[in-house]
């Protein structure tokens, strides 16, 4: 099992990059081989520093790095060394098993999107975030800003995919699946929540519950909330906000504390033929050792192969 990191990318790099890397080794109960992408004369020294052990670990020197002011399509075709190129590169190749980056979103969509593609008869791959909800337990919100204008049938296949991944990787049977809406009536909602409803209705791939209210999505209402990306990034941001503002505050509070995204470290994009794991900006050390965890147990129960699976069948 390899996974391939990207060492230059987010607001701390490298060194929150290093330091996850030393916290998941103290915690690691099976060794792995972490490739690390980023530049040579940066890495080894705090390698050191943190007394990395080496014998699982490879470098991949890059010369460029693609930073968060960079036009996403642009700057994979202009800067092919790369972290974010390289990292897409060994993944394309089979080189490595998965590919984790907290630099440029937009990039590591495009790289995902147009490197190793999107399933077959998946039609637009999408990114979800956890909600922590008030009984202790995790939420997936689907999708939180891959595609802000989405049609019906989007909708239908983003609850699929939520499904899959709630059940395999959130640990859930059966998981409740439930779209982000106005109101709890069926006939609620703009266009495409009305056109979608009945497509969800009739999706036996997921066990739909009808629609859930802002007031719902931290209640335990559901374990996989469905959304246009526009709407999920909205939600996805003011959640962020409250975590701010509790810190700020001087809050300490058990619930709260679960908004912290460190917690949870990054969300896969779901969809496409290999693991990729977009993290936040400003991931700090613990937020890189729980990308890894999540990669690791991707690879380790097939979960991309469960999704063709499924769209296969």
Known sequence: ????????????????????????????????????????NQLEPLLKEYDIPMENISLVHSSQVIEMKDHPAKSLKEKPESSISLGFQLLTTEAVDAFISAGNTGAMMVGALYSIKAIPGVIRPAIGAYIPNENGNLSLLIDVGLNSDCKPDNLSQFATLGSLFSEHILGYEHPRVAMVNIGAEETKGNLLSQAAYPLLKENTSINFIGNAEGRDLLMN??????????????????????????????????????????????????????????GHGISGAEAFKNMIMIAQKMIAIGFVEKIKGHFNS
């Open 1 to 40: 099992m390899k996974i391939a990191i990207d060492m230059m990318g987010g607001d701390f790099a490298p060194l929150e990059a290093v330091k996850g890397i030393s916290k998941y080794l103290v915690s690691a109960q099976k060794a792995i081989t972490l490739v690390l992408i980023g530049d040579q």
């Open 221 to 278: 209402k559901a374990e996989v909330y469905v959304c246009d990306g526009f709407t999920g990034n909205v939600i996805l941001k003011f959640a962020e906000s409250i975590y701010d503002l509790v810190k700020a505050r001087n809050i300490n509070d058990e619930h709260f504390n679960r908004f912290n995204f460190e917690s949870y470290g990054g969300v896969p994009v779901l969809g496409v033929n290999k693991p990729v794991i977009i």
